[in-house]
């Protein structure tokens, strides 16, 4: 599931018992000396991490997950650290796959343009999904010691017309090209414990430079270290195209919120407004039962977001989700793989934790300087 839509299926099963959104959030439930000591150790070594045009400071055992997501003005982009010999290796690798691939009943080869980067060592394919009219370029570059992988759609109905209505001079292509080559000037690879300090908006690995995208967004995964089930997601989505950026705040959409989660059986902890440095969000923290978490134990969600009505459509939409009871971000999985998931009884923390852990988090949280 697309971490957006999941962001806003859980958002409305989550709702609160106290219905004053101005309510003070509750106490910080009592936690054993074991308990008490772990959160400690944890927040004792914070590690400073940039996120599109922000900063936040996590515990040093959360760890950067291998699934993230980022999508520039229509164009996918990765980007990973990666020696040069095995960059070489794995260009060789996949353009002999391109040039073995072919689409459709006629056979019709997939791969039908391979071109130098006018900046950098690699190459950019011109190749079919999964049909010969619908193209895709696809870029793979090694640069400062960084693989960056990028990809956009186009569209050659010269090559064939399924549907049966479209001119046989339709393309795209070209135009597609250039874009293509317009992001990929803007992005460069970063480690993850760099702290830019030029405009741009940080991504896992990378960094797109300059002013915000038309439009934009960029996700990445924490997980905690030897922990199969607490992770901390951050979204960063910029612009007003075509992003699922919400056109009503959390507080707005309360009614339906409260009935979904009445529904679900899930209690609310937290539901209100909130101050952090001087930038306005919401809050709630839920409290799930074993049905509604993916491991099926009872665990907790917890988010923040960007306040529209008080920050603008013209600032990022910022939103930083806390998951306990959660199986982490995995790349896929084949079925022998999926039989080693471990079977959880509980979840690793109590809710004492997850709500410090949270406060202790979510409090470093701020603009980050240079950023716009």
């Known amino acids: 599931m697309r971490p957006d839509r999941r962001r806003w299926i859980l958002g409305a099963l989550c709702a609160p018992w106290v219905l004053s959104s101005t309510a003070c959030s509750p106490r910080t439930p009592a936690m054993t000396p074991e308990e008490a000591h ?3 150790k944890l927040t004792a070594r914070m590690r400073t991490r940039c996120i599109g045009r922000h900063l936040i400071d996590l515990p040093e055992a959360f760890e950067l997950n291998p699934v ?8 996918e982009v990765s980007i990973r650290p990666l020696p040069r010999p095995v960059f070489d290796y794995q260009l060789e690798r996949r353009t002999e796959a391109l040039r073995n691939e072919v689409v459709g009943i006629e056979k019709i080869p997939s791969l039908m343009d391979v071109r130098d980067v006018p900046e950098g060592v690699g190459k950019i ?18 640069q400062n010691g960084f693989l960056i992988n990028a990809s956009v759609k186009a569209f ?5 017309k399924p549907l049966g209505n479209e001119p046989t001079d339709s393309s795209d292509v070209e135009e597609k090209y250039t874009h293509l080559l317009n992001v990929y000037r803007r992005v460069r690879g970063r480690r993850d414990e760099e702290i830019p300090s030029e405009p741009g908006d940080c991504f896992a690995h990378g960094l797109w430079t300059g002013a915000q995208a038309e439009a934009a967004e960029f996700y990445v995964n924490y997980h905690l270290k030897d922990a199969p089930d607490v992770f901390l997601q951050v979204s960063s989505i910029s612009g007003d195209g075509n992003v699922p950026r919400p056109d009503t705040g959390l507080m707005q959409r309360r009614s339906q919120i409260e009935r979904d989660s009445r ?24 409290r799930e039962p074993a049905k509604v978490t993916s491991a099926r134990v009872p665990g907790h969600t917890a988010i923040v977001q960007t306040d529209q009505s008080l920050q603008g459509f013209e600032r990022p939409f910022l939103t930083i989700e806390f998951y306990n009871g959660h199986y982490i971000p995995s790349p896929p999985r084949s079925l022998e793989e999926k039989a080693k998931i471990p079977d959880l009884t509980r979840a690793t923390l109590s809710e004492g934790q997850v709500l410090a852990l949270w ?3 979510t409090a470093t949280l701020r603009p980050r300087p240079g950023a716009l």
């Open 263 to 286: 529904r679900s059986g899930i209690d609310i902890l937290r539901f209100s407004a909130r101050a952090i440095g001087n930038d306005g969000y919401e809050e709630y923290v839920c």
């Open 68 to 75: 993230d997501r980022v999508e520039i003005e229509g164009v």
């Open 38 to 40: 772990l959160v400690h």
């Open 156 to 160: 050659d109905y010269s090559l064939d």
């Open 359 to 361: 406060d202790a988090i």
């Open 125 to 142: 394919f011109n190749r079919a999904d999964n049909y010969a009219f619908a193209r895709v370029w696809e870029l793979m570059v090694w």
